[in-house]
């Protein structure tokens, strides 16, 4: 960026320089180079404080950035004015006076830029961690709403099962409680999965039957929590429960190019039925976090081919880190 600009800078002066042409193509090579040549070596020094910057103040920051500019642009003007200007009107020192200003004005128009940009960056993570913890407090009823009718059906008749039930339930509850985590490893989602899963089949019975193919290797592939369990519990509610016969979910993950898909089958209902608000709401809470974390490149789509019903949803390739693994 700082490259182009200065170089449309640089056509710009240029532009005005020239007399009887458009453009002085001699001024503009010298005075690119001279240019690049300040914009190159500035940014280098400066980079390579970037560590000892760090830890100053932003007034003594933008000071120490300033005087680097200033004396490399008097150290080149000292080697090059006579070079780009062997006509001018001024004397040396006045021309060099005038670049050091030229320099100090667009190095602070530069660094407010960059100030703003960074004030802007830390406003929008803020936003995103409150929507992000916001989206997931969200889902914590969806949990217990559809899971308690499912226990409760069973207290009376089989107290293990419930017990068994309760627990699956409270893991599940204990991964719905971890709002620091951004992404976790997809084996942790796969896990809590196969907990709703349980729970599910308790009710559901000999209807559900499920069907697992997971490429190995993606066992730390970075996803957001609680994002692979609403959409199996999209496949049991609108492919599974209004069935008589019931019928198989399919779970699917593998790796492609850049990017990992992960996918949920469920058979097309027989008869029209009512959303669920809960589902659509967990899907609308999936999407927003997925294009809050990953930008564009994340996609959640549903399609129907036939009988079947499918809701792939595609990450970026990457690996969630340690912090979120324990």
Not at 143 to 153: C, D, E, G, P, Q
Not at 240 to 248: F, L
Request: proline share 4%.
């Amino acid at each position: 960026m700082l490259l182009v600009t200065s170089e449309l800078l640089v056509l710009v002066l240029a532009i005005v320089q020239a007399e009887s042409t458009w453009i002085d193509w001699n001024y503009f090579g010298l005075l690119s180079l001279f240019v690049q040549w300040t914009t190159l070596t500035s940014t280098a020094l400066i980079c390579s404080l970037r560590p000892w910057l760090a830890r100053r103040s932003v007034a003594h920051a933008t000071f120490v950035i300033v005087s680097i500019v200033l004396l490399d642009v008097l150290a080149f003007s000292l080697f090059a004015d006579t070079v780009l200007n062997p006509k001018q009107a001024l004397t040396p020192w006045q021309s060099i006076a005038k670049k050091l200003l030229l320099a100090l004005l667009i190095s602070l128009m530069v660094l407010r830029y960059f100030y703003l940009q960074y004030q802007w960056q830390q406003q929008t993570e803020a936003e995103m961690q409150a929507r992000l913890t916001s989206l997931q407090a969200r889902i914590q009823p969806h949990f217990l709403f559809n899971s308690m009718n499912t226990i409760a059906s069973l207290i009376a008749s089989s107290p293990e099962r419930a017990e068994e039930a309760v627990l699956d339930l409270s893991e599940l509850f204990r991964a719905s409680l971890r709002t620091d985590d951004q992404l976790v490893p997809l084996k942790r989602e796969l896990e809590l999965s196969k907990r709703y899963l349980a729970i599910e089949a308790l009710r559901l019975g000999d209807r559900l039957n499920l069907e697992w193919q997971i490429q190995t290797g993606l066992e730390q592939q970075a996803i957001p929590p609680l994002t692979l369990q609403p959409l199996v519990e999209n496949a049991i509610y609108h492919g599974i429960q209004p069935r008589a016969a019931g019928g198989t979910v399919r779970i699917e993950a593998y790796a492609k190019g850049n990017f990992v898909y992960l996918m949920v089958q469920n058979p097309k209902p027989d008869t029209e039925q009512q959303q669920h608000q809960g589902n659509r709401v967990a899907l609308a809470n999936t999407r927003a976090r997925l294009q809050a974390l990953f930008g564009e490149p994340a996609i959640l789509k549903q399609s129907q081919q036939g009988d079947t019903y499918t809701v792939t949803l595609r990450l970026p390739r990457r690996t969630a880190n340690q912090q979120s693994q324990r």
